[in-house]
């Protein structure tokens, strides 16, 4: 037991002096989970939670553009500008600001807009009551893209301004249709009775409104595409912040490889095999040090979550009510953590074959375990590689007690995974130690 | 436990070490005795197979054939008693840089089991001896390079180990920090220490040294009292002189 106390305190004693260390280890990924955070906030509402800020270039002559701009403003996707500094925006510069990256669209309404919409809506309805087929100019409508706007951005855009152009369509058509149907039913009487027909005696018909063009018909419901697994989705900040300090804590792989394959280096490793100490006491002292680090990254990064995210506008880390399986979730995060450091750097010969395998290999079981992209918005092929993700166990058991509110119960079969990881990895690096001290 | 013939600490028989994918043994049927109290001297060219017997002697590498004893213990089947007895001053500056003297020798005093209420007289101790009391509380990386050679020797010597194996202690370093360095070994020795030792400067075997052995392609090639070895050779006048004979003057890096 003193020879453990030992080794764990000149292991805390050897980061101490570290400075830079240090830094990396708990100032990284605290900013790790702010910016990420903050960046995918702002991505979450940009991809549907507030409006997206739009050009409106309104040339037309009749009052149509202006209707169509309202009921897109209705939908609450777009937010549409029409001035600059109390002048209009010309089609000239609306493409130059947009293409200037200063706003992502611009929607051109051109000047005939509401004439080439009336006269097709009556041409159409005409056409429905003669059965008989009208050629139609359709009314354009041009939409700017900063080519720089990723797709799903773009058809977020796309479908508001859709929707908002059936909602047109849908009006100006039932309007003609109303407005035809007295005339073409005399029309048609006239045709049908010839001499019979009393010219004089007007058919009584029921007024038709355009009013139930803005009723739905049929409703649009909207569910999780994975309630199994979340019966509410996470926010940003829910998902961002467990997972990018999970990804931090991992990153203890680097020093922690680091520092064995540098007392290999450096001789002291060869000195202590020559040493009455046992193998467990060298790899644990090592272990137990680390854990304390990662524990207090840990620690850091929630309060980052809790009190400094939501000072730069974010929702507040909500953390669930089960305090020991929130601890039971860390520590057993922290030791596979600290089990792959060890066995990182057991099987690497230099540091940068460490550092490098292991970046590499926690980025991968990152993106795996849904850090980057949540696991239910990847492919179901994803969804299966993910469970063989120490990360994405982390991050499950994580989201099980913030979003979820679980309990130590239910995050057990996460913390035994993670404690098992653990265990295969101390248990490997301990085999190969042993053979290093066997002088095989 | 077996205790060898004559009180040797120190005992081989045919030692041999193949390191895998070379064409030569390390070590290639070493045989030799070391007795209690003496200062032997491991002495031989680059690649002789120095390194290899003394990392053999302190378990850090398993012989491929033949035996090994260190104070009657096999070194491949009682490792850890070996462990217990014995002290190495490695090649290598075996310390942590970032750690100063003091904090290095407490922690290996741990390692080597010196009893917790004993620690911090035993480190000053050891600091003393190796003149570096005054500067304990200053970071390794600070020291010099004879600073480092002595440091790495207290750390040695912590546990007054009964066997101290030295592998080139005194290799670059100043006058001064060597004299002390083989001040200090010939106390330890008078204090009834056994060393084993390698060196390349044959003047300072010659000094400190009851006995040798050379060793060249993992063999002996001569063994005795340095004086009585030079005094049988035809035109040798000292050891390098004797050594050059016996081990040739072609380059062996």
Not at chain 2, 141 to 150: D, H, I, L, Q, V
Not at chain 2, 182 to 194: P, S
Not at chain 2, 237 to 247: R, S
């Amino acid at each position: 037991m003193m020879l453990l106390l030992a080794n764990i305190k000149k292991e805390l004693l050897l980061l101490s002096r570290d400075r830079a260390g240090l830094l990396v280890l708990f100032v990284m990924p605290m900013l790790l989970v702010l910016v990420l955070a903050l960046i995918q906030d702002n991505l979450f509402r940009a991809t549907g939670e507030t409006a997206t800020r739009a050009l409106f270039v309104n040339l037309d002559e009749g009052g149509l553009g202006a209707e169509l701009g309202v009921k897109l403003e209705a939908t609450g996707a777009l937010e549409l500008v029409e001035e600059f500094a109390g002048q209009k925006i010309s089609i000239e510069r609306a493409r130059q600001t947009v293409f200037n990256g200063d706003y992502q669209f611009a929607i051109v309404i051109p000047p005939t807009f509401s004439a080439n919409i009336n006269a097709a809506a009556e041409t159409t309805a005409r056409g429905a009551f003669r059965e008989e087929q009208s050629p139609l100019t359709a009314s354009q409508l041009t939409v700017f893209f900063d080519p720089t706007v990723r797709g799903v951005y773009r058809t977020a855009v796309v479908n508001a301004l859709q929707r908002g152009v059936l909602g047109l369509d849908i009006a100006r058509k039932s309007e003609a249709f109303g407005r035809l149907l007295p005339e073409e039913l005399q029309r048609s009487m006239n045709e049908q009775m010839g001499p019979f027909w009393s010219g004089g005696m007007q058919p009584k018909l029921p007024q038709l409104s355009a009013d139930w063009t803005g009723q739905a018909l049929i409703e649009l419901h909207e569910e999780s595409a994975y309630p199994e697994k979340y019966a509410t989705l996470p926010t940003s900040v829910q998902q961002n912040v467990p997972a990018w300090t999970l990804f931090g804590m991992f990153f203890i792989v680097i020093p922690l490889a680091g520092t064995l394959i540098r007392e290999r280096q450096e001789g002291t490793l060869t000195r202590l095999m020559t040493m009455p100490v046992g193998n467990a006491s060298l790899l644990l002292g090592k272990v137990f040090a680390y854990l304390l680090i990662c524990l207090v990254q840990f620690g850091l990064m929630l309060a980052v979550g809790k009190f400094v995210l939501p000072l730069l506008g974010t929702p507040v880390l909500e953390i669930g009510s089960a305090p020991l399986a929130l601890l039971a979730v860390a520590i057993s995060a922290a030791l596979a953590a600290c089990g792959y450091g060890i066995l990182v750097g057991v099987l690497a010969r230099s540091y940068d074959q460490a550092s490098t395998f292991g970046a590499v290999s926690v980025v991968i079981a990152a993106a795996l375990g849904g850090v980057m992209v949540p696991v239910y918005v990847m492919p179901r092929v994803m969804q299966e590689l993910s469970v063989i993700s120490p990360l994405g166990w982390g991050l499950d058991a994580f989201l099980e007690i913030f979003v979820r509110g679980g309990n130590l119960v239910s995050v057990l079969p996460q913390v035994a995974a993670l404690v098992g990881f653990f265990l295969v990895c101390i248990v490997f690096a301990s085999l190969v130690f042993r053979r290093w001290r066997r002088g095989a | 436990m077996i205790l060898p013939a004559g009180d040797n600490v120190i005992a081989t028989q045919d030692l041999v070490k193949r390191y895998p994918g070379a064409d030569q043994a390390a070590l290639n049927g070493l045989t030799l005795q070391v007795a209690r109290g003496t200062v032997f001297g491991l002495l031989g060219p680059n690649g002789a197979g120095k390194t290899t017997a003394i990392s053999t002697l302190c378990t850090l590498l398993r012989p491929t054939a033949g035996t090994a004893t260190v104070l009657g213990h096999d070194v491949v089947r009682e490792a850890d008693a070996v462990r217990r007895l014995i002290g190495l001053v490695p090649q290598d500056i075996a310390l942590y840089p970032s750690l100063t003297a003091r904090e290095n020798l407490r922690y290996f005093a741990r390692m080597v089991r010196v009893p917790g209420r004993r620690i911090e007289a035993r480190v000053s101790e050891c600091l003393e001896l190796v003149g570096l009391l005054d500067c304990a509380d200053r970071r390794i990386a600070t020291f010099s390079g004879g600073m480092k050679r002595r440091a790495n020797l207290a750390v040695g010597i912590l546990h007054q180990p009964e066997v101290l194996f030295l592998d080139e202690p005194t290799v670059g370093i100043d006058a001064q920090s060597r004299n002390l360095i083989l001040e200090r070994l010939a106390e330890l020795n008078r204090a009834g220490m056994t060393l084993l030792y390698t060196t390349h400067y044959m003047e300072e075997a010659q000094q400190l040294c009851d006995e040798i052995a050379i060793i060249d392609a993992g063999r002996i090639i001569a063994s005795g009292v340095p004086a009585q070895l030079v005094a049988a050779a035809d035109g040798c006048e000292n050891l390098e002189d004797l050594f050059l004979v016996l081990t040739g003057k072609q380059l062996r890096d």
